[in-house]
């Protein structure tokens, strides 16, 4: 059975990024779908998958992570606007059978993703 993860870790400060929201679309031609909203747990991770089974389906998907949220409630001062704010990575599900785990590693500066296993 098939299932899209993801986890965040808070490069800035070593630790994962507890609390950090995160919104999940699919892209279709008509306009994005919001299928999921959720926020991380203490380990950086989310409760459960963000899909499995019948509800993961070949496609182009979005995954918007508001990291910018995230490091001003850490008390991070960010300048106006945030060099880092909303980070959104698009990718595609070829393999609905298959499990993709999409973390991301951000800090106010930078971040990057990979696809996982």
Do not use: K
């Amino acid at each position: 059975m098939g299932r899209l993860t993801t986890h965040v870790l808070d490069t800035a400060h070593g630790i994962p990024a507890a609390g950090l929201a995160i919104a999940l679309f699919r892209r279709e031609a008509a306009g994005d779908e919001r299928l999921v909203a959720t926020t991380t747990d203490a380990d950086g991770r989310c409760a459960a998958p963000l899909l499995e089974g019948g509800a993961l389906r070949p496609g182009r998907y979005r995954l918007v992570f508001a990291a910018g949220d995230y490091f001003r409630r850490r008390g991070v001062a960010l300048p106006h606007p945030a060099f880092v704010d909303d980070v959104v990575i698009d990718f595609g599900i070829a393999d609905a059978a298959a499990h993709y785990h999409v973390p991301l590693l951000v800090s106010p500066w930078a971040y990057s993703t990979y696809r996982g296993s």
